[in-house]
């Protein structure tokens, strides 16, 4: 893992920590324990510790595991001693309890009683963050046809599970498989979803190469055309398949997270609870966010990509338009990595 990761992760719980907590108690994220936490996964607020003056005056820590024990500030005696303000004390410690939990665990569906759903996309789409918000959104893991070891160190835990097993509650798929029931069909703009895929191509999940690779290099022209067949093939085989499908925009997730994620989970016949909903709020982003510090100056595409891919845009249009669907949206040259 990336120094960088460690540091975006404590940095989010300390920020967690200091929005919750008054100035009479300190929150310290133990180093070895974000490490941990984001080896094996998730979030941060499992491995806070609550600092606070004692009687003596001495400083003394107590963790917290996961969601503050209530007791900790609950029992009053030496609540006015600890730090000299019974309700500052209280008060804050009442937020703190009120941190969700935001664990997530296998479905408890057998693999008979829950129909496949896949969550699929053209690579570069979105999909490993669409994952992981809709399992912060519902606590359930998701799983994926084909296995990645980064996903699963970078704490996809579902990533292993074998997807017909049935506990993960949709399963990636870059292809169109008839044993699925359903779909949540991602769709980015193929323009920004290559330039995405290029980049993973030449450095995986968290690196990027720089933009200079993007003019007149024959390589980068042949994979983009290569890609783009398949960016209306996979579309073009869900919607005829007249399977049950929820058309995704990447463009409309990240512009209204929450109200995506709940459609997504409404589909899978869940709600988004609050807790989770909270969940979601303290940690958007996730761990595979890249963002691009460089922007185009120049167009990436020749004008023989243009045609090619207007063409195929036109035809993904014509194809949600007949499942009543409204069309791909436009592309900005978006360079983050999800
Ligand atoms: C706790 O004690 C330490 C050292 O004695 C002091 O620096 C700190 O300000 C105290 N904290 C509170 C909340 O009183
Ligand atoms: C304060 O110090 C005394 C003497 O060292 C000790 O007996 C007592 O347990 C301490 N109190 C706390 C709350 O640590
Ligand atoms: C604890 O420290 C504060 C300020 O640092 C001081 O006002 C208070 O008297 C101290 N309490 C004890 C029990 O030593
Ligand atoms: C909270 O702390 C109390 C006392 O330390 C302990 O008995 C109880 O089991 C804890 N509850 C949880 C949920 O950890
Ligand atoms: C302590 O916990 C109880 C329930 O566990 C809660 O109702 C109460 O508001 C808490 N705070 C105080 C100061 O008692
Ligand atoms: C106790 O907390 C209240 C509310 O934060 C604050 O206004 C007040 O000054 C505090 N009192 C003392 C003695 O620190
Ligand atoms: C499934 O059941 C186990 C054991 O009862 C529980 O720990 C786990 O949280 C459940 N998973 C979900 C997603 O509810
Ligand atoms: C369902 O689960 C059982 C036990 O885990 C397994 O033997 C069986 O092959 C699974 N069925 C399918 C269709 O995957
Ligand atoms: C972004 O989302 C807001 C609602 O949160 C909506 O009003 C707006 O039209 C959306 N913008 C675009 C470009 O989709
Ligand atoms: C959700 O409910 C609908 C209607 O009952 C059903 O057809 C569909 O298979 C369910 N989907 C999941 C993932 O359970
Ligand atoms: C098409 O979608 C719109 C808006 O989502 C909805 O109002 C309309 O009823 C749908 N039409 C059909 C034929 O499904
Ligand atoms: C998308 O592009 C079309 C054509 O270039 C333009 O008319 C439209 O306003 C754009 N929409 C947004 C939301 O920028």
């Given at each position: 893992?990336?120094?960088?990761?460690i540091w975006k992760r404590l940095t989010v719980a300390l920020i967690l920590a200091t929005a919750c907590l008054s100035t009479c108690f300190y929150v310290y994220v133990s180093y070895d324990?974000?490490?941990?936490?984001?080896?094996?996964?998730?979030?941060?607020?499992?491995?806070?510790?609550?600092?606070?003056?004692?009687?003596?005056?001495?400083?003394?820590?107590?963790?917290?595991?996961?969601?503050?024990?209530?007791?900790?500030?609950?029992?009053?005696?030496?609540?006015?001693?600890?730090?000299?303000?019974?309700?500052?004390?209280?008060?804050?410690?009442?937020?703190?309890?009120?941190?969700?939990?935001?664990?997530?665990?296998?479905?408890?569906?057998?693999?008979?009683?829950?129909?496949?759903?896949?969550?699929?996309?053209?690579?570069?789409?979105?999909?490993?963050?669409?994952?992981?918000?809709?399992?912060?959104?519902?606590?359930?893991?998701?799983?994926?046809?084909?296995?990645?070891?980064?996903?699963?160190?970078?704490?996809?835990?579902?990533?292993?599970?074998?997807?017909?097993?049935?506990?993960?509650?949709?399963i990636k798929d870059h292809r169109f498989r008839d044993e699925y029931k359903s779909a949540i069909l991602l769709i980015r703009n193929?323009?920004?979803?290559?330039?995405?895929?290029?980049?993973?191509?030449?450095?995986?999940?968290?690196?990027?190469?720089?933009?200079?690779?993007?003019?007149?290099?024959?390589?980068?022209?042949?994979?983009?055309?290569?890609?783009?067949?398949?960016?209306?093939?996979?579309?073009?085989?869900?919607?005829?398949?007249?399977?049950?499908?929820?058309?995704?925009?990447?463009?409309?997730?990240?512009?209204?997270?929450?109200?995506?994620?709940?459609?997504?989970?409404?589909?899978?016949?869940?709600?988004?609870?609050?807790?989770?909903?909270?969940?979601?709020?303290?940690?958007?982003?996730?761990?595979?966010?890249?963002?691009?510090?460089?922007?185009?100056?120049?167009?990436?595409?020749?004008?023989?990509?243009?045609?090619?891919?207007?063409?195929?845009?036109?035809?993904?249009?014509?194809?949600?338009?007949?499942?009543?669907?409204?069309?791909?949206?436009?592309?900005?040259?978006?360079?983050?990595?999800?």
């Amino acid at each position: 893992m990336e120094q960088t990761l460690i540091w975006k992760r404590l940095t989010v719980a300390l920020i967690l920590a200091t929005a919750c907590l008054s100035t009479c108690f300190y929150v310290y994220v133990s180093y070895d324990e974000v490490i941990l936490k984001i080896a094996s996964g998730r979030l941060v607020i499992s491995s806070l510790e609550c600092a606070y003056n004692n009687t003596n005056n001495t400083t003394e820590k107590k963790s917290l595991n996961n969601r503050l024990n209530r007791s900790i500030c609950n029992d009053t005696a030496d609540v006015d001693n600890r730090v000299g303000n019974t309700s500052v004390a209280c008060d804050r410690a009442e937020k703190l309890t009120e941190l969700p939990d935001c664990s997530i665990a296998f479905g408890n569906w057998s693999n008979t009683t829950r129909p496949l759903v896949a969550l699929s996309s053209f690579p570069g789409s979105g999909n490993t963050w669409t994952r992981h918000l809709l399992e912060l959104a519902s606590g359930v893991y998701t799983g994926a046809y084909s296995y990645d070891n980064d996903l699963y160190l970078g704490g996809f835990t579902g990533e292993t599970e074998y997807y017909k097993r049935g506990r993960t509650l949709v399963i990636k798929d870059h292809r169109f498989r008839d044993e699925y029931k359903s779909a949540i069909l991602l769709i980015r703009n193929p323009y920004d979803a290559v330039i995405t895929l290029y980049h993973y191509h030449k450095m995986k999940h968290t690196g990027k190469i720089p933009l200079r690779e993007f003019r007149n290099n024959a390589e980068w022209e042949d994979f983009a055309m290569e890609h783009f067949k398949k960016w209306i093939n996979m579309m073009y085989e869900w919607i005829s398949s007249n399977k049950p499908l929820l058309v995704v925009h990447y463009e409309d997730l990240k512009n209204d997270t929450v109200h995506e994620v709940k459609r997504m989970l409404e589909f899978l016949n869940t709600t988004l609870v609050s807790e989770r909903l909270q969940c979601l709020e303290m940690d958007i982003e996730g761990n595979f966010h890249r963002h691009k510090e460089e922007t185009f100056d120049f167009d990436p595409y020749t004008a023989d990509m243009h045609t090619v891919i207007d063409e195929n845009i036109r035809l993904a249009n014509k194809l949600l338009t007949n499942i009543n669907v409204t069309g791909v949206r436009n592309h900005t040259y978006d360079q983050d990595l999800y």
